[in-house]
């Protein structure tokens, strides 16, 4: 390291200041301040004090500041710049005049909006035929001769065809139908992550 800076060597050196932060490239010396430019088109200024320099190695001039720090000297050329070192000029000089052009570009801007849409879920009857075994209960008659249990004395013998009714009785099946809850449909909703390339035109 060189304790003593020879500042003519530090022009179009890079600039950085303490943990080795960039601090931009130097530009010009004059007086007691250092011009240190940073960025790649619209270049920011920065005129920090000669007594804010640490040490230059020949390739790096630093800075005992960091890039935090470097916002208090982003003003305009100080009103004095030279009080250590007079300027020559000869009649070869000229002023040179600087016309800053802003440069543009467009990006494209993403934005993300939802849009619903719905499932549709159809229930619909559907007819089966089932059977169903029953066992039905019916009463029949059967016809026995015995011999007489009791008196023996009757009325005179029929004369003509009789019918006797017997009631017999049976069992039908009624039919009906009765809803029940057979079983469960859960509907679930699941978020899926799709990736999507978005392309544009921009102009620059």
Same mark, same amino acid.
């Given at each position: 390291?060189?304790?003593?800076? /020879?500042?003519? $060597? &530090?022009? %179009? +050196? ?11 490239? *130097?530009? @010009? ?76 570009? /467009?990006?494209? $801007? &993403?934005? %993300? +909006? ?11 009857? *559907?007819? @089966? ?76």
């Amino acid at each position: 390291m060189k304790s003593n800076i /020879e500042w003519n $060597d &530090v022009l %179009k +050196k890079e600039a950085r200041g303490i943990d080795d932060e960039d601090l931009g490239e *130097v530009q @010009e010396v004059q007086g007691n301040y250092v011009l240190v430019k940073k960025g790649i088109i619209n270049k920011e200024q920065f005129y920090i004090p000669k007594d804010q320099a640490e040490s230059y190695d020949g390739d790096v001039l630093r800075f005992k500041i960091s890039q935090e720090d470097l916002n208090q000297y982003q003003h305009e050329p100080p009103s004095i710049w030279d009080s250590e070192i007079i300027q020559e000029t000869t009649t070869d000089e000229r002023d040179t005049d600087e016309e800053r052009i802003s440069l543009t570009e /467009e990006k494209l $801007d &993403v934005s %993300k +909006k939802y849009q619903e849409d719905q499932a549709t879920i159809t229930k619909k009857p *559907v007819t @089966e035929t089932k059977t169903v075994e029953v066992s039905l209960t019916r009463e029949e008659i059967s016809i026995e001769r015995r011999p007489p249990s009791g008196q023996t004395q009757a009325q005179s013998p029929i004369q003509s065809k009789k019918d006797i009714k017997i009631p017999l009785k049976r069992e039908e099946v009624k039919v009906t139908k009765k809803p029940y809850v057979k079983e469960e449909v859960i509907i679930k909703k699941k978020a899926f992550t799709d990736s999507k390339e978005i392309t544009g035109d921009v102009t620059s």
